[in-house]
């Protein structure tokens, strides 16, 4: 990655070059058919169930189970990020150990502990407490090492590290945990109504049935519900009602946990199930059973390990590069500047709702608009990311500071507004990249021929040894795109500009701007 800071000539763009010509390319490996024979008339009927929802039919325990499972997985995920993020910058081990975390996605993560678990309340949360304790390690580890240190100089000599930490270092990083934390809450909804695809009973499993069956009033309720809760978040999810929250989230738990014999289960697991199959029999010292585990690996990486990444990668470029289109199109939509006073609320309700709608179910509805193709998987990251991108992006240009003879309309936007903002722009697509890649992997369980494709096809024959084989070289996918993507950040002085937003940033406008999920 070092290289890229000696190439002649490498900046914005450059990079730009680079990344819309190998989204050009990808296109050419893409499949964008379009497969069903009334595209419009679907949409037309699932508009239709927006327009008219069916607010009585929406499962109220779906809703409970959906909310409960977002607090106690953002509770047990924070609270294990909070103590990685102490030893995180002093141990490789702690950083590869979060890193390993936070890059398989949760539904992997839930097709995994339902082996063990079964489709229990434990299975959901454990899935997204997982991944978020390595994203809240790092991420509290940030805010830590950026905090002021003049605290600590005043401490008495011989004070110990843990003592320094609680009275030195953490009064000061408290808000900053706190914001983000709340944040977390919402990014967890979305998570957990995604789990539903897969049989947990949280509101996506309702949705995946309104949807499957054309009961599109019913699929419309339930997401004009999902809205209204991201929507209110911060109302209900407070410092001041989380120990409420918490505890009502543990006495409205599902009473049935999946098995009994969760135990054993875990036993089996770890001992047998994931252990590749050549090493089972074999004596581990045996040259004939590492012999046998190269026959046996072979064909996973050529079959599928290397086709499942090369498609993965197609996926994730394409939707990267529309990402940026969309981006830059939708921003003036939520800036002062260019909505006006009236119309920039409706840009904002407009975006938000866009960034609220996961990828996971944009795709799948739009696999049952649009038929089965890579084209779903594309446009539903392109309008998520976009969404986030663009909102951020709108934000940021109302804290602009424009000349008195500024130009006004198309020559503002192309020659006063986006120049002076591309840095953040690349900054965020950049920061973006790792998801959407993280994104594509799971489109698999779709049908999409990513990664994700075939550790659903190893999950479903209980392969499970296979199935961690695929879900570890999408972790390495994953975390190489993330090296190259910070070292891109370096190479163009990127780093320092905000794409966490961990921490509430004020714009002289705007307010404090909202994080990114992750």
């Not at 199930?273 to 089972?280: A, T």
């Not at 996926?315 to 199109?329: C, E, F, K, R, S």
């Not at 296979?466 to 993330?482: E, R, S």
């Not at 910070?486 to 780093?495: D, V």
Request: net charge positive.
């Amino acid at each position: 990655m070092s290289a890229l800071r000696s190439i002649p000539g490498w900046g914005y763009a450059a990079v730009t070059r680079w990344f819309v010509g190998g989204a050009l390319a990808a296109l050419l490996a893409a499949d964008l058919a379009v497969t069903s024979l009334h595209p419009w008339a679907d949409l037309q009927r699932l508009l239709g169930g927006l327009i008219h929802p069916d607010l009585l039919s929406v499962e109220f325990w779906s809703v409970v189970y959906t909310i409960a499972f977002a607090i106690l997985g953002v509770t047990l995920g924070a609270g294990a990020g909070f103590v990685l993020a102490i030893p995180f910058a002093r141990f490789r081990s702690v950083r590869l150990l979060c890193a390993g975390l936070r890059s398989v996605h949760e539904l992997f993560w839930a097709l995994l502990l339902m082996q063990v678990f079964g489709l229990s309340a434990t299975t959901g949360i454990l899935a997204i407490a997982l991944p978020y304790a390595g994203i809240c390690a790092k991420v509290y580890s940030e805010i830590i090492e950026e905090a002021d240190l003049a605290a600590l100089r005043v401490l008495p000599e011989g004070t110990g590290a843990i003592s320094a930490f609680a009275y030195g270092r953490l009064p000061d990083v408290a808000a900053a945990f706190r914001h983000y934390t709340l944040y977390r809450f919402e990014c967890a909804m979305r998570s957990t109504l995604v789990l539903g695809f897969i049989g947990l009973p949280t509101m996506g499993f309702y949705l995946e049935s309104a949807f499957r069956q054309g009961r599109y009033a019913e699929a419309g309720a339930l997401l004009l519900v999902f809205y209204a809760l991201i929507g209110s978040r911060r109302l209900w999810v407070r410092l001041a009602t989380l120990p409420v929250l918490i505890v009502v989230s543990v006495l409205a738990l599902p009473r049935t946990i999946g098995t009994t014999n969760w135990l054993i289960s875990l036993g089996r697991f770890v001992t047998h199930d994931i252990v590749p199959s050549p090493l089972r029999s074999g004596a581990v010292l045996d040259p004939e059973t590492w012999s046998r585990l190269g026959l046996w690996f072979r064909p996973i990486l050529m079959q599928q390990i290397l086709p499942g990444a090369f498609q993965t990668l197609v996926l994730a470029q394409v939707a990267l590069v529309a990402t940026a289109l969309g981006a830059l199109l939708l921003f003036p939509l939520v800036s002062r500047r260019f909505a006006g006073p009236i119309g920039q609320p409706f840009g904002r309700v407009l975006l938000v709702i866009i960034r609220s709608t996961p990828e996971y179910m944009l795709a799948y509805v739009l696999l049952q608009l649009l038929g089965p193709s890579m084209l779903p998987a594309i446009l539903a990251l392109t309008i998520h990311n976009a969404g986030i991108v663009g909102y951020l992006m709108g934000r940021h240009a109302d804290g602009l500071p424009y000349r008195a003879d500024a130009p006004s309309g198309l020559n503002l936007y192309a020659y006063e507004t986006v120049p002076r903002l591309y840095g953040q722009f690349l900054a965020y697509l950049l920061y973006r990249w790792e998801l959407i890649l993280r994104e594509s992997a799971i489109f698999g369980i779709l049908g999409v021929a990513t990664l994700g494709f075939y550790v659903d096809a190893a999950i479903s024959e209980l392969r499970l040894d296979v199935a961690v084989m695929l879900i570890a070289a999408t972790a390495i996918l994953t975390a190489m795109v993330d090296a190259l993507s910070r070292a891109l950040r370096r190479s163009l002085r990127l780093t320092d500009l905000p794409t966490r937003l961990s921490e509430a940033r004020q714009g002289p406008e705007t307010g404090p701007l909202r994080p990114v999920c992750s």
